[in-house]
């Protein structure tokens, strides 16, 4: 390939945008360009649709627009646009999450709380075909397969629709709100968040918050 490696950025936090732009494609020259940035999950399908691109780089959680962000929109992604890489960036670090993400086809997976000239490292192995972790999702990932492991973190198996569930109730949505975001009936949400509350042992909505706040979803 002679021209650079095309990047899509998305992030609704214009300093990390920006950040990520820096260290990607410094001022002495880049094999990366930027071709593209989104704020949004509406403003990244729009860009996807309309420009080239070899790596997408994107935010777990971009809450504004019409479009569900989260596993919602990374796996409308890996399956409308297969072929192309996919790193994600999030300080989530629930291992069932962390998991969910790698189990939607993601290519890499990126703790925003590691220094942003790390993304470089990330993006070059993924475009080499490889899967990227960075060491602290691999060992958190680690952690949760190994025997004993689950009395500092909890290793409850929600599904993926009952953590997108809990993560938005416990950012104050209601289930109405949820229904609408996820475009899924009020009564389902009310059932899948029931059934993670069972699943967690728990009989009241602050046990969630708790939970989440635990895991490192919220």
Do not use: W
């Amino acid at each position: 390939m002679n021209h650079p490696f095309r990047i899509i950025l998305a992030d609704d936090h214009p300093v990390v945008l920006m950040g990520a732009e820096v260290a990607l494609c410094p001022p002495s020259g880049s094999a990366f360009s930027i071709v593209a940035q989104a704020h949004n999950a509406d403003e990244l399908i729009s860009h996807l649709q309309r420009t080239p691109c070899e790596l997408l780089i994107s935010d777990y959680s971009m809450p504004y627009g019409r479009f569900p962000d989260g596993l919602a929109l990374m796996g409308y992604l890996k399956r409308h646009f297969p072929h192309l890489p996919l790193i994600v960036m999030t300080m989530l670090r629930n291992p069932s999450l962390l998991q969910a993400l790698l189990n939607t086809g993601v290519n890499g997976l990126f703790d925003k709380r590691s220094p942003l000239s790390e993304l470089k490292r990330a993006a070059h192995t993924v475009i080499k075909g490889r899967r990227y972790l960075c060491p602290a999702f691999a060992e958190t990932l680690e952690a949760q397969s190994l025997p004993g492991a689950g009395m500092e973190m909890p290793s409850v198996s929600l599904s993926d629709r009952e953590l997108e569930v809990v993560r938005l109730f416990v950012q104050g949505l209601s289930g109405r709100q949820i229904a609408a975001q996820l475009n899924r009936s009020e009564k389902t949400i009310s059932r899948q968040k029931r059934t993670a509350m069972d699943k967690l042992g728990l009989g009241h909505d602050g046990g969630l918050v708790e939970f989440a706040r635990v895991s490192g979803l919220g």
